[in-house]
């Protein structure tokens, strides 16, 4: 018997679609592996959205070039397999297997082809009529769950690929979604994330037409159902319906990742966001006035072509009037077939590395005051984890905040929803201790 093994690159869908290849590929009679040393079949499931992420998996491709990769066969999936398509082979000649991610429901037939004999073998279309999902999908957590509702973008963002790695905006019907949700509960899982390129423009493509926020409210009302989270947002299509829903809904976590990637409305023009930074902030308006207290996060972009130090003090500045709970924050880099190529103007190396250091050290004070809010207060946190060095369990909020505690018992706490007061925090986290019952 064949064995695998997986490595994930890049997003929570990434993972998701690592989950369903590996599903599918257990199903196909394979048996996965820890290490790629112990693998007769290294995959590796890549992201491009940014040009370091696409340089490690080649670095791992290099690492088996010689007496390493002797007898194993390899195989490219995601977002670099769809960029770069056959052109991998070249690059990587001991490559047998590139995939995108609109084809891993046609992984069994790719499969039986290798093992017939064939040595490159691709599944590279982006039909969208074709389904994003597979039948077989091996959940890596027992207690948090991913579905996918809507695959692709239709936005033209000028630094973007997703447009061409993942194809044009399909959704599932609200039927299947709702289906599987019903389902996981039913297997003992209590959070679902509910994931997409842009989920917030999903369309039920069934007559019921549902659009997101009532997918959203329906989603609420599982029994059984403790916590539904969803990423990633696009401002152009946030709804204040979307914000009703998790103000009347507990089991909608009050926390939305809406990426804002600049504070410029002359740079988001540029990048073709299709907002401003007014409307940027109406979505956000919204959100403050919810009695839930919704924690944001967001993406930013630094070092944009043509992105002036005025620019990036509006960036600066609507850090401290969003008062965002964490961000995740780049450097702009150039990728294949987007508009922002085109652009000149583009900043030096050194100063979008002094640009992104400012960001960081900003946000990070910002966070520092936010979660120092936080003490005193009781939280209920779904228990992930065990810290052994520090004897504390690791636990995440509603706001999706991290929280380490002590428990003075010696049970396992796993997957367990526990009341924890926190007693002290940090710029990354918080921590405490359990509260009595």
Known sequence: MSKFYIETFGCQMNAHDSEKVIGTMMASGYTQVETPEDADFVLYNTCSIRDKAEQKVYHRLD???????KGKRFGVLGCVAQQEGEAIFDRAPHVNLVVGSASYSKLPELLVKLDAGEKRVTGLSL???DTFETPLTRRDNPHKAYITIIEGCDKNCTYCVVPFTRGRERSRTADS????ARQLVDLGYTEIMLLGQNVNSYRDPSPAGWDFATLLQRMGEIPG?????FTTSHPRDFVKDIVDAITENPVLCNFVHLPVQSGSSAVLERMDR???????LECIGWMKLSPRDI?????IIVGFPGETEADFE???SLL???GYTSIFSFKYSPRPNTGALAYGDHIPEDEKRRRLLILQEHQRGIQIALNETCVGKTEEVLVEGFNRNTSQWIGKTSQHRTLNFVHSSDENLMGQYRTVRVTRSGPNSLAGETVSA
């Open 127 to 129: 039909d969208t009529d």
């Open 225 to 229: 159902l403790r916590r539904v989270r």
């Open 320 to 322: 401290d009037e969003v």
């Open 295 to 299: 924690a944001i996060s967001t993406d």
């Open 274 to 280: 299709l907002y401003s930074r007014e409307r940027y």
């Open 63 to 69: 690492q088996f070039k010689k007496d390493g990769g």
């Open 177 to 180: 979604v709702m289906q599987e």
């Open 314 to 316: 509006e960036t600066i």
